[in-house]
């Protein structure tokens, strides 16, 4: 209906129409229009607005008319109405913002047309800023559509033929899947939708061959290069689901009964304020952060954790920063000898240099000697968060050696692990403006490196992201067999997600081919530009 019209302008969108010549309509309490169009432009399309709108009664300005005030008779200027900042040109049901005054030269050509007759017609908006969609009558999908888009939710029998398809996991499916939340634009479309739905992408199903032909190279030749390979590096430009897809590879592993270890947001471990502290050793720890990880780990591998038995050998490596305790030791050991030949060059005796005190190395293993399985380490990192940050150390290096459950490590955002933290330290002033960089970090230290290969019965994989482009990052010099690039939709993908956001009933107007045409191209096939389009036509 008319109410539901109203097409939402931006300040940015309206700085847009002003610099060059636009089309618009603006709805006047739902009882008059007042329309715009490109100065010496006849050319309305196909749109049904030509059908009840003469040309006599269309006002035409340009950017320049519209910007420059005119004179009244006396002298005194007219004021161009601007939209007040974070306003909203249009004013409707939902109270979006006010509508602009206009003076008696702009509204001398107001149409007649009423509510009534503006709810038997379609309006029509061309921005040159933005994809174009012409908005007309209310379409319902058939069954056939509907069933053209979907998918089985579980993704173990998803093949090529559901490229393009959607799959939706229920509320409870998907807090069982993803106990530590999800990234990516695609939450954006799941606030709209209220659905937790994704699509079949080729580069998912490819990621997922990836990960069987890795397990079954590793335990056929472990020196084939896909055995060897350091990591899987998802690559590509910002919004065109790098997350989607890693978050696919874990919903799918987790389906398939793998023990995952999935990091959604690695750029909070280097950027949000949590307790960072430095320990005795040079590092600094984040307790409450590994608690957190701890505590995902168990929500999502309870049931793995308390099958798997602890390696004995490979238990108690670590002190209580997270740091290997032999380098520990070592270090230590070389800190006392320099503070013994100082006391020795200022002449003391040897009675005083052998009471030179060696600092102690802390460890859980003093508290928990023998773990009988893995949800014993981890339970008891969250129990005593003190030793939280060695307890997810440990946790994660005995993972490297199970042999029993494929293992999938998983961290989105991991370029984050390669730049300058927000954390302070007088250390770092001269090498690096005073900024803690992430490998002196415990927990970041843990995941940063390319040991993929060292994964006795699994793999990981790491994803880039660009969700804050206020951030410059150094191109990582990452081995181009181990970069998966993520590309756009093809147009098929596109004409399915737009059919899929009218089945969602976030767009409820009919499209035809030549409206997704358009949107593919001008947002070049990225998801995020084709979301934001439905966005800014909702």
Not at 63 to 84: N, S
């Given at each position: 209906?008319?109410?539901?019209?109203?097409?939402?302008?931006?300040?940015?969108?309206?700085?847009?129409?002003?610099?060059?010549?636009?089309?618009?309509?603006?709805?006047?309490?739902?009882?008059?229009?007042?329309?715009?169009?490109?100065?010496?432009?006849?050319?309305?399309?196909?749109?049904?607005?030509?059908?009840?709108?003469?040309?006599?009664?269309?006002?035409?300005?340009?950017?320049?008319?519209?910007?420059?005030?005119?004179?009244?008779?006396?002298?005194?200027?007219?004021?161009?109405?601007?939209?007040?900042?974070?306003?909203?040109?249009?004013?409707?049901?939902?109270?979006?913002?006010?509508?602009?005054?206009m003076d008696a030269t702009m509204t001398e050509d107001l149409l007649p047309v009423t509510a009534q007759e503006a709810e038997q017609h379609t309006v029509s908006t061309i921005l040159d800023m933005f994809p174009?969609?012409?908005?007309?009558?209310?379409?319902?999908?058939?069954?056939?559509?509907?069933?053209?888009?979907?998918?089985?939710?579980?993704?173990?029998?998803?093949?090529e033929a559901d490229i393009g398809r959607y799959f939706t996991l229920s509320a409870d499916e998907y807090s069982k899947m993803?106990?530590?939340?999800?990234?990516?634009?695609?939450?954006?479309?799941?606030?709209?939708?209220?659905?937790?739905?994704?699509?079949?992408?080729?580069?998912?199903?490819?990621?997922?061959?990836?990960?069987?032909?890795?397990?079954?190279?590793?335990?056929?030749?472990?020196?084939?290069p896909l055995a060897t390979r350091p990591v899987?590096?998802?690559?590509?430009?910002?919004?065109?689901?790098?997350?989607?897809?890693?978050?696919?590879?874990?919903l799918w592993a987790r389906q398939n009964d793998w023990l995952v270890s999935y990091i959604p947001r690695a750029a909070s471990w280097t950027l949000d304020p949590h307790v960072v502290m430095r320990a005795d050793t040079g590092m600094f720890v984040q307790p409450e952060l590994a608690v957190q990880y701890l505590q995902s780990m168990i929500a999502a591998n309870r049931d793995k954790l308390s099958q798997l038995k602890v390696k004995t050998d490979q238990y108690g490596l670590f002190e209580v920063s997270g740091?290997?305790?032999?380098?520990?030791?070592?270090?230590?050991?070389?800190?006392?000898?320099?503070?013994?030949?100082?006391?020795?060059?200022?002449g003391f005796s040897q009675a005083v240099i052998d009471r030179v005190p060696s600092p102690a190395i802390h460890s859980m293993q003093s508290r928990l000697p023998t773990p009988e399985n893995l949800l014993q380490i981890a339970e008891f990192g969250v129990t005593d968060q003190s030793f939280a940050v060695q307890a997810a150390r440990e946790l994660l290096h005995q993972l490297y050696f199970v042999k029993d459950v494929p293992v999938l490590i998983a961290i989105d955002q991991a370029n984050y692990f390669y730049r300058l933290s927000d954390y302070l330290s007088l250390e770092f002033e001269r090498t690096s403006r005073s900024m803690v960089p992430p490998r002196h970090i415990s927990l970041c230290n843990a995941f940063m490196d390319f040991d993929s290969h060292k994964l006795v019965n699994g793999m990981k994989i790491m994803a880039r992201s660009?969700?804050?482009?206020?951030?410059?990052?150094?191109?990582?010099?990452?081995?181009?067999?181990?970069?998966?690039p993520i590309s756009p939709y093809s147009m098929e993908e596109t004409k399915n997600c737009v059919t899929y956001y009218q089945h969602s009933q976030l767009l409820d107007i009919d499209v035809d081919s030549m409206d997704i045409a358009r949107v593919h191209v001008s947002n070049q096939g990225n998801p995020l530009g084709v979301l934001q389009t439905a966005r800014v036509i909702v």
């Open positions: 209906n008319a109410e539901s019209w109203g097409i939402r302008f931006t300040e940015k969108m309206w700085r847009a129409c002003r610099a060059s010549c636009f089309q618009a309509v603006r709805l006047n309490g739902g009882a008059t229009h007042t329309i715009l169009r490109p100065a010496g432009s006849t050319h309305w399309g196909s749109s049904p607005i030509a059908s009840f709108v003469p040309d006599s009664q269309v006002r035409t300005f340009s950017a320049k008319k519209l910007q420059q005030p005119k004179k009244k008779a006396g002298g005194d200027k007219a004021k161009t109405p601007q939209p007040a900042r974070g306003k909203s040109m249009v004013k409707g049901e939902d109270d979006v913002g006010d509508v602009p005054k174009t969609l012409r908005f007309r009558a209310p379409h319902s999908l058939s069954s056939d559509q509907v069933e053209s888009i979907l998918a089985s939710s579980n993704t173990l029998n998803h093949t993803f106990p530590e939340g999800a990234l990516g634009h695609i939450q954006e479309e799941w606030s709209m939708t209220n659905k937790h739905s994704w699509m079949v992408r080729k580069q998912g199903l490819e990621l997922v061959q990836l990960m069987k032909d890795t397990l079954q190279a590793k335990s056929a030749d472990p020196a084939s899987t590096y998802l690559d590509g430009p910002r919004g065109v689901g790098k997350s989607c897809t890693l978050q696919y590879a874990v740091q290997w305790h032999h380098i520990v030791k070592s270090n230590f050991e070389a800190l006392v000898q320099r503070n013994k030949e100082i006391l020795r060059s200022k660009e969700t804050n482009p206020r951030k410059q990052f150094e191109k990582m010099d990452i081995p181009q067999e181990c970069v998966m």
